[in-house]
């Protein structure tokens, strides 16, 4: 069975809480993310590779998942609104 980390941030917001656990498949895997992840993001693993990130965008549980390199809710970047000259 895979190996899982399910990484989010710790109450403190400066340290990463890191759940690590086995599931038989990635749906299996996403159920268990998104009921023990906490605070506002997560990334999720298998056998240490970069899987999702998951962004939690409503208080009654609704979890946006999307690619490993889709870090929108680690590091927002704000892009200006560009000007005309």
Same mark, same amino acid.
């Not at 895979?2 to 086995?22: G, M, T």
């Not at 023990?36 to 962004?55: K, M, Q, S, T």
């Not at 208080?59 to 390199?69: I, T």
């Given at each position: ?16 809480? !890191?759940?690590?656990? &086995?599931?038989? *498949?990635?749906? $299996?895997?996403?159920? /268990?993310?998104?009921? +023990? ?13 970069? !899987?999702?990130?998951? &962004?939690?965008? *409503?208080?009654? $549980?609704?979890?946006? /998942?999307?690619?490993? +390199? ?16």
């Amino acid at each position: 069975m895979p190996h899982y980390q399910l990484k989010y941030p710790a109450n403190d917001h400066r340290s990463i809480n !890191i759940y690590a656990f &086995e599931a038989g *498949s990635l749906g $299996g895997a996403l159920d /268990v993310a998104k009921k +023990n992840a906490r605070g506002e993001w997560a990334e999720l693993c298998e056998e240490g590779r970069p !899987i999702c990130f998951l &962004e939690l965008v *409503s208080e009654d $549980g609704v979890w946006l /998942v999307g690619g490993p +390199n889709c870090q929108s809710a680690i590091q927002r970047i704000d892009i200006p609104n560009p000007q005309p000259h």
